[in-house]
């Protein structure tokens, strides 16, 4: 099985390396590249790749930002996102918006190789240390702020709900449809326990989100 990649990184320097590091394997090669998020965005929705590589940071639109719209189109799209952010919180909003693994840049070769594999045979994989940390911060007694719990999408709703805009102005910004932006806010309530849009305003504020 060949598997087909595509390369999505702001750096020529990077990208250049990381396709001399590919064309070594007998198995993987890459089908396509892009320079920022909405090229990336753009090519990747033609398809024709198996694993996608992007990197969180990225100008136009950050690779977070273009993993929510890929898996928008297609939660089974395989994604490994590759960032210089060691903060577990990057690879834990990452995770939760269905990228199926993250790696650092600094991450061994033979281990960015072992993962393209797997995911291009339908697995996953997450650093042991973050495991953990999913496992114990994020549950029942976690000491962790609540929005946390919440994917990319979602916490983009909770901050434009913060600002005062309607659910049908949310719509027209994120270019969802007005039923999509009802059922993420329900999502919003439910994952931070709270009743209504007053409670999720002053949380936001408390939290200093806008900043």
């Known amino acids: 099985m060949i598997i087909k ?5 702001d750096h020529r320097l ?4 990381l396709r ?28 024709g790749w198996d694993v996608g590589l992007l990197d969180v940071s990225m100008p136009g639109m950050n690779g977070l930002e273009v993993l929510q719209r890929i898996m928008d189109d297609d939660p089974k799209h395989r994604i490994l996102m590759l960032s210089t952010y ?16 993250y790696l650092t ?27 953990e940390k999913l496992l114990f911060d994020l549950g029942p007694s976690s ?25 049908t102005e ?16 329900a999502r919003v309530l439910e994952k931070m326990g709270m009743q209504n849009n007053a409670q999720l305003i002053r949380y936001v504020a408390e939290h200093k989100l806008l900043e």
């Open 5 to 9: 990649t595509f390369l999505a990184d």
């Open 14 to 17: 990077f990208r250049d390396g």
């Open 20 to 47: 001399r590091i590919l064309a070594e394997t007998t198995d993987i090669v890459v089908v396509g590249e892009a320079t920022d998020g909405l090229d990336a965005l753009k090519k990747m929705r033609l398809g």
């Open 86 to 101: 060691h903060e577990d919180e990057y690879a834990i909003r990452a995770i939760r918006a269905g990228t199926s693994a």
């Open 105 to 131: 840049k600094n991450s061994p070769t033979d281990l960015l190789i072992s993962v393209i594999r797997r995911l291009a045979h339908g697995g996953r994989y997450i650093d042991p240390k973050l495991a």
């Open 143 to 167: 000491t962790m702020p609540r929005h946390s719990a919440l994917s990319n999408r979602e916490l983009d709703v909770l901050k434009l709900i913060a600002v005062g805009i309607s659910l």
């Open 170 to 185: 949310i719509s027209q910004k994120l270019k969802l449809s007005a039923k999509t932006i009802s059922t993420y806010r």
